[in-house]
């Protein structure tokens, strides 16, 4: 009776296509209440519903999230079937990221949306105000169904995961191995950083920051290749995701299966927001009127199919569904029977500001790493160690923190390293995915302390780094320069600070933005005269009190990267 897959709506059949079958009937037979004729072996629903008192079948037009779409369409071939509803409804399964992207720019003809997450509404509203677009009309009613965001592993290694209670806690300190699908694609998980923000100390914001940089460090192609991911590795890993999509994954018979692991420390649930659209597709029409009382009638359609939706608990629950209000059991292999506790992740503007920022701790870099090697390195640090030795830890910790799609070069200074020169190029900027360049790069960070000597060019080795970033500057990605030094300038032949300004402004360009990131560490850097730097090509200026504050500094040089140059 109803279509539910992606194929176009049909049209209504003509007067001679009709008239056609007609000629070709074989069999005529007379069913009960009315008349259905067979061609070809298949019965045909034209004339059995103008006998059941259907002038004409009704489109409806569903858009629903994968996750999703196949419950809906089960549900609405029930639905359809009913011969009082004279309705033929299509359900098409679609991300909800790009319904939102589609939506908000007005080019949508559906009569209602079934998205994964109410988030994607305020994105829907986000996008259309980027866009300069009217904010869509919509009409979001509430869930008809939930699925809490858990920790999926591979059923083989569901033992070694239970050894320890998993948890949002341990995914911040760093001892639960996750992988995150991109948020920007995936309401889990970008419900699940909201769960894990608040989680973290609000005292200390680097941590959830360094967990997001840790996260971003691999980010899967989907949800699917995570969960293959999972079933690869050797050693427990778990994908942040939602207990559906474990659900679906499980049910279509994979190889291996996956087990859902529920946070000790709770969790939050996605919601399933029926949403209709204030401008219902109209049927093709004559005359206002006529239109006006087909919307009517779309209207009662919808409103008793939402109902039927609501109504089938066990259609949803076969599939993996909770109830709306986070309730109901499961039989499902790899799920808890008995729901988590779960808070609905409601708050769309909270996640819409956790999906800034992790926008800007994800964008790939394109850094050149400047290096203070100066006499006065080897002085030592309030912990016996030489300021040299406590760079190296924190710069190999620096390292792990970036992802292999990261391009870093690297540049040591002092003053006259290379003839005139105060800086010497050691390497070229390159992906660190390439593991060549990579072991170049941790050989010269184990190489620093045979390399001391001399003072602080600072001024001049900064100009020359902006100009060699911009002479190779790579649009696709963030352009920087990451200096490091424990002093002020001290070259006495080289250029002042005004005059490194007046040079910095003559080569800036809005379209090819090289902020200079500047950390000095210990008592001796020359704080202000850097912060004018970083104001100069809108970067920033860090000071660590301490050496061994390097990496704290450093997860703040990347996560301020979308404020500045107007950094708190």
């Known amino acids: 009776m109803g279509r539910h897959s992606e194929a176009a709506t049909a049209k209504k059949p003509g007067r001679r296509f009709i008239l056609s079958i007609i000629g070709a009937v074989v069999v005529v037979g007379l069913v009960a209440s009315g008349v259905f004729l067979w061609v070809g072996g298949y019965l045909n629903p034209i004339f059995a519903s103008a006998d059941s008192g259907c002038a004409e079948t ?6 629903a999230d994968p996750s999703i779409a196949p419950a809906l369409a089960e549900i609405a071939e029930k639905f359809d079937a009913d011969p009082d509803h004279c309705v033929a409804t299509e359900v098409t399964a679609q991300d909800s990221a790009d319904t939102a992207a589609v939506v908000a720019s007005g080019g949508v003809k559906i009569d209602a949306w079934v998205p994964d997450s109410s988030v994607w509404i305020d994105r829907t509203n986000a996008t259309a105000t980027s866009l300069g677009q009217p904010l869509p009309e919509l009409d979001v009613r509430a869930s008809i169904a939930s699925s809490p965001v858990v920790f999926a592993g591979a059923a083989t290694k569901a033992t070694a995961l239970a050894a320890e209670p998993v948890s949002w806690a341990r995914v911040l300190g760093g001892t639960l191995p996750a992988i995150l699908p991109d948020p920007e694609a995936s309401a889990a998980s970008l419900a699940g950083l909201l769960a894990l923000r608040g989680h973290s100390s ?27 991911t999972v079933s690869a590795a050797q050693q427990p890993v778990v994908v942040v995701t939602s207990e559906v999509q474990i659900a679906a994954y499980n049910l279509d018979d994979p190889a291996e299966s996956l087990v859902a692991a529920y946070p000790a420390d709770g969790t939050v649930a996605l919601d399933y927001p029926f949403v209709r659209t204030e401008a219902p597709v109209a049927a093709e029409s004559g005359s206002a009127e006529t239109a006006e009382s087909g919307a009517d009638a779309k209207v009662e359609l919808l409103d008793a199919l939402e109902d039927s ?45 956790i999906l800034r920022a992790w926008s800007v701790l994800t964008l790939r ?18 912990n016996g160690l030489r300021r040299i030795d406590i760079f190296q830890q924190a710069a190999v910790g620096a390292m792990q923190k970036f992802s292999g799609e990261v391009e870093l070069g690297v540049w040591v200074f002092s003053t006259a390293r290379n003839g005139d020169l105060d800086y010497e190029d050691l390497s070229p900027i390159a992906p660190l995915g390439d593991a060549a360049h990579s072991q170049e790069i941790a050989g010269i960070i184990q190489s620093l302390p045979g390399r001391l000597g001399g003072a602080t060019g600072l001024y001049d080795t900064t100009l020359a780094a902006v100009q060699r970033v911009r002479e190779t500057y790579d649009p696709e990605k963030v352009n920087s320069v990451l200096l490091f030094t424990d002093g002020k300038n001290e070259d006495e032949n080289g250029i002042d600070l005004d005059t490194l300004l007046a040079e910095l402004a003559k080569i800036d360009d809005p379209e090819k933005p090289v902020p200079v990131i500047m950390i000095g560490f210990g008592p001796d850097t020359d704080l202000a005269a850097m912060q004018r730097i970083a104001q100069a090509t809108k970067g920033a200026a860090y000071s660590a009190s301490e050496p061994e504050d390097l990496g704290t500094v450093l997860v703040d040089a990347l996560s301020q990267r979308s404020c500045r140059p107007n950094c708190g």
Request: glycine share 12%; aromatic share 4%; charged share 20%.
């Open 202 to 228: 609000p005292d200390d914001p680097r941590q959830f920051a360094g967990a997001m940089i840790e996260l971003g460090k691999s980010i899967p192609a989907s949800t699917g290749a995570a969960f293959g």
């Open 309 to 353: 939706i609501r109504e089938s608990r066990k259609t949803l629950a076969a599939k993996g569904f909770r109830a709306p209000d986070g309730t109901g059991a499961l039989d499902i292999v790899g799920l808890g029977a008995q729901a988590p506790s779960a808070t609905a992740a409601l708050d769309g503007g909270a996640e819409i500001e």
């Open 58 to 63: 009704e489109q409806l037009a569903i858009v």
């Open 365 to 382: 870099s394109r850094m050149l790493a400047v290096i203070d090697v100066s006499g006065s390195m080897e002085e030592p640090a309030a």
